[in-house]
């Protein structure tokens, strides 16, 4: 046997051992020969595709180790170690380990030579999920091993660095590797602090508190630590970054004397919120011990007094109410600054302060305080003016109201044109598919059936031969098909059901061997769609065509236009459409049609068009009567308190309505209801496009419930507010739950549902400002988060809309006499100031001309008094941009 067949057997049989003896015994002619064969083997292998290069990447230490015993240069050494495929093994030591006996052979500036190749290369590993990051820096275990054999300096770059982080981290319980014994630690201690990337490794591993351990023995320099964390600190980053320098700071405790106080000053206006909270404790301390001279006191309080956390102007203005005599004066002008900060208490305090320190102040700090006290409200002026003259209000911005704009409606793809793009669209189709490209690819497929069906099965035939599983490949449409050939299409999601309407064209025998997906559906949307896909497979299957379905949307909302349906239903010339397709065509139909086409639609025959013609003289079904009411359901200690909100629907049928259109009408109350899949939800819109408030209504009611899901109904409540129909309290229900939802992207969709009905003046205001009030009330939503997304409203334009909401909903949020006002209630009252201020709004509120006389200077009560003077205040127009 030739030596790269005996490589090879052992390089398969993975047996990596065996294989560095073999390749360690080998003549420099052996390995010549291992070294021609190896690079094409491994070309010729990654042709078998995915599975392929999945087993070359289990066996990749014995091809590296093939590769590094039996190449001659250093760079080709490297590039075949760095390779894709080969630069992750199993285990990385030993991996190395293994290497490192076949690489002596070389002489040692060619070690140190692929040493500094190799850390040219080193990268750290990137990925969403820790785990994937976690493979730390592939190729630095052999690196660190070269580097300490040869007597290399430790490579420069970041990239070391982080992988030594992650071998730290690395380490097991019992491990024979201390942190005082490892021979990196001397080098690369001060560049841990310069590195960007080791902070998660870092907060993986007990480095840091190691580290403190190894500074109070005095292994390790404790003044190199306490300055290493300063230079990270001021060097700047996410606070995710800084975590484990903070942790080792909080671990030294280092004594006032040691706290670098100047640094910590200068950073304050610019570092994260974890670390100028540090700052801000260390300084306190210096402070406290006579470290802190008036220059840089002033300096702190002023940097404070400008950040946006409300907690650190807190703490400028305790500390400029410590000072005294001239140190006082020096803290003026930062008080100036927070007389502008939207918090009536600590604007009260700045000022009182301020006024107590005038006689230290000096000319630059009198000035700031006049030019800012300005825009105070007449009585904190008053206070000002008594220590710094006089100062004239500045005139009252009147409130400038954007304008009012919907967003952008969805665009409706063109048809499909030919069996080429069918194809294309087939193959990008997958379980996440939108509804609008699933009923795209569904159109032009039975179109183009209809036209030429052979010609759709040949350009079909690639499509259904790459679905066959490996091993089937040359299997006729013909034969019978196994269970393991038909996996593929057994999926009950409704883009999958798509594609069993294509493979029913291409290979009917298949498509007749798959058993009917049952239909479990909770909802009678999903059902319907489910109805409509198995009539065309069924038609399919059977080598039936039409020449258009009835249903195919020609609008993004999901309407079909009633002239085109009248078309179709002439095309059929004579014959019924299918019974399904026909049903979700009228459900499509706009609410309003033109006369002149109830009587074209007279002449179509059958009871088909005696049907339509019907439905478009009467305008559609009438709408049931919806009712939501949230309550919460029985709740255990195993389970989230979301699985317990519950929203009971009420919808109460017309009399008299055809048996199928029976069922689209009512709610099911037994029990919860869920999805079927996710994104399920969008269908909703596009089966009712002229239903809006029953479809939101089952929207409401699937579980979990809507602000803690994470599924599609947010997206499908914005697709749904371009539709048509009556809104009301439904609709006003899930647009709460959306605005009060944990996660940005569902509040934003929900906020866009708002913003596009407010456009269309069909925000149902007060049912929205009810169900605000109630879900707040219940604890369904969380009440800042819907008073941002108020903010965030009223900012677009619609004031209007915003404050019909909020005079409803604030007699209920508003605290009886002798109640507490609950969190966050003062913020809304700024939004309600706001949005009635744009709005130009008049009148009374229940409640609140008694709590706006309340006496305190808490937020709540400001913004009550602000919102009541508002409403009271003579009537003004405001401007518009």
């Known amino acids: 046997?030739?030596?790269?067949?005996?490589?090879?057997?052992?390089?398969?049989?993975?047996?990596?051992?065996?294989?560095?003896?073999?390749?360690?015994?080998?003549?420099?002619?052996?390995?010549?020969?291992?070294?021609?064969?190896?690079?094409?083997?491994?070309?010729?292998?990654?042709?078998?595709?995915?599975?392929?290069?999945?087993?070359?990447?289990?066996?990749?230490?014995?091809?590296?180790?093939?590769?590094?015993?039996?190449?001659?240069?250093?760079?080709?050494?490297?590039?075949?170690?760095?390779?894709?495929?080969?630069?992750?093994?199993?285990?990385?030591?030993?991996?190395?380990?293994?290497?490192?006996?076949?690489?002596?052979?070389?002489?040692?500036?060619?070690?140190?030579?692929?040493?500094?190749?190799?850390?040219?290369?080193?990268?750290?590993?990137?990925?969403?999920?820790?785990?994937?990051?976690a493979e730390g820096v592939p190729g630095w275990d052999l690196v660190a091993a070269l580097v300490a054999d040869t007597g290399l300096e430790p490579p420069d770059g970041d990239a070391f660095v982080v992988g030594w982080a992650w071998r730290l981290a690395r380490r097991r319980p019992g491990e024979d590797l201390e942190l005082d014994r490892d021979p990196l630690l001397d080098a690369l201690l001060p560049r841990l602090f310069q590195a960007q990337g080791v902070a998660e490794p870092l907060g993986r591993s007990t480095a840091m508190t190691e580290l403190a351990a190894l500074a109070r023995t005095g292994r390790v320099p404790r003044a190199t630590l306490v300055d290493g964390c300063a230079s990270r600190f001021l060097a700047g980053g996410p606070d995710a970054e800084m975590m484990p320098f903070v942790w080792l700071w909080r671990l030294l405790a280092p004594e006032p004397p040691e706290v670098p106080v100047l640094d910590l000053v200068r950073l304050l206006p610019s570092a994260g919120a974890t670390v100028a909270e540090l700052a801000v404790e260390e300084l306190r301390r210096a402070e406290e011990a006579g470290l802190l001279d008036d220059e840089l006191f002033a300096e702190a309080v002023e940097a404070l007094a400008y950040r946006p956390e409300k907690k650190l102007v807190e703490e400028a203005v305790r500390w400029a109410a410590r000072a005294t005599g001239p140190r006082g004066g020096g803290v003026v002008p930062a008080l100036a600054a927070v007389f502008d900060v939207d918090d009536p208490a600590l604007r009260g305090r700045a000022v009182r302060l301020a006024v107590r320190l005038a006689p230290y102040a000096g000319e630059a700090g009198r000035d700031a305080v006049r030019e800012a006290a300005a825009r105070l409200p007449a009585d904190l002026r008053e206070r000002v003016a008594a220590g710094y003259g006089e100062v004239a209000g500045a005139e009252p911005e009147r409130p400038v109201a954007a304008v009012l704009r919907a967003p952008a409606p969805p665009v409706l793809a063109p048809p499909i044109a030919t069996p080429a793009e069918l194809v294309a669209e087939l193959r990008a189709l997958d379980w996440r598919s939108e509804p609008a490209r699933c009923e795209r690819v569904l159109g032009g497929l039975v179109e183009l059936t209809h036209r030429d069906r052979a010609a759709v099965v040949a350009a079909l035939r690639p499509w259904w031969e790459e679905t066959l599983p490996d091993g089937a490949a040359g299997l006729d449409p013909e034969e019978e098909p196994t269970e393991h050939h038909l996996y593929m299409f057994r999926d009950s999601r409704i883009p999958s059901l798509v594609l069993r309407c294509a493979l029913a064209v291409v290979a009917p025998k298949w498509s007749r061997q798959l058993n009917q997906v049952p239909d479990d559906s909770e909802w009678v949307c999903q059902r319907l769609v489910r109805r409509r896909l198995e009539e065309v497979i069924a038609l399919f299957e059977d080598g039936g065509t039409v020449p258009a379905l009835l249903a195919t949307p020609t609008s993004a909302t999901g309407h079909v236009d009633a002239a085109v349906l009248v078309e179709r239903m002439e095309r059929l010339e004579g014959g019924e459409p299918l019974p399904a397709d026909f049903e979700q065509a009228l459900l499509r139909l706009p609410r309003r049609c033109d006369p002149e086409l109830v009587v074209r639609a007279e002449k179509l025959p059958g009871e088909a068009g005696r049907t339509l013609t019907a439905w478009l003289r009467d305008g559609g079904w009438p709408d049931p009567v919806v009712r939501v009411t949230p309550y919460e359901g029985s709740h255990d200690s195993y389970s989230p308190r979301s699985w317990s909100r519950r929203m009971r629907v009420e919808a109460v049928a017309p009399a008299d309505l055809p048996a199928w259109l029976g069922g689209l009408s009512g709610v099911d109350q037994r029990g919860p209801a869920y999805l079927s899949y996710p994104d399920d939800a969008l269908w909703g819109p596009l089966v009712l496009p002229s239903h809006r408030e029953l479809v939101a209504a089952a929207l409401v009611r699937f579980g979990p419930w809507v602000s803690d899901s994470n599924d599609a109904r947010m997206t499908a409540l914005a697709a749904l507010a371009h539709g048509d129909g009556p809104v009301g309290a439904a609709t006003a229900m899930l647009i709460a739950g959306g605005l009060g939802h944990r996660r940005d992207a569902q509040r934003a969709a929900a906020a866009e549902a708002a913003l596009t009905l407010a456009a269309r003046g069909q925000l149902p205001s007060a049912d929205l400002g009810r169900a605000v009030a109630r879900l707040v009330d219940l604890e369904f939503v969380v009440l800042k988060r819907i008073t941002a997304a108020l903010d965030g409203l009223t900012a677009a334009g619609a004031h209007a809309d915003v404050w019909a909401v909020l005079a409803e909903a604030l007699p209920a949020l508003l605290p009886r006499p002798g109640e507490r006002p609950r969190a966050g209630l003062g913020e809304l009252l700024a939004v309600a100031a706001r949005a009635a201020a744009l709005t130009g709004a008049r009148g009374e509120v229940a409640g609140l001309a008694d709590m706006a006389a309340r006496k305190g200077s808490s937020r709540v009560l400001y913004e009550a008094r602000h919102l009541h003077e508002t409403l009271t205040a003579p009537e003004t127009t405001p401007d518009r941009t």
Not at 62 to 68: D, E, K, N, V
Not at 70 to 96: H, K, M, S
């Open 1 to 133: 046997m030739n030596p790269w067949q005996e490589a090879l057997d052992r390089i398969e049989a993975g047996d990596d051992q065996d294989l560095a003896t073999f390749l360690d015994g080998l003549s420099d002619l052996g390995r010549r020969a291992i070294a021609v064969q190896l690079p094409g083997h491994m070309t010729e292998e990654l042709r078998g595709g995915f599975l392929a290069r999945v087993d070359i990447e289990g066996l990749a230490t014995g091809f590296r180790l093939a590769g590094a015993a039996c190449f001659t240069g250093a760079e080709q050494v490297a590039a075949w170690l760095d390779r894709r495929e080969l630069r992750r093994p199993r285990d990385p030591e030993l991996d190395a380990a293994l290497l490192l006996p076949l690489l002596r052979r070389r002489p040692l500036e060619w070690r140190r030579d692929l040493a500094i190749r190799l850390a040219a290369r080193l990268r750290p590993a990137t990925g969403r999920r820790r785990w994937q990051r």
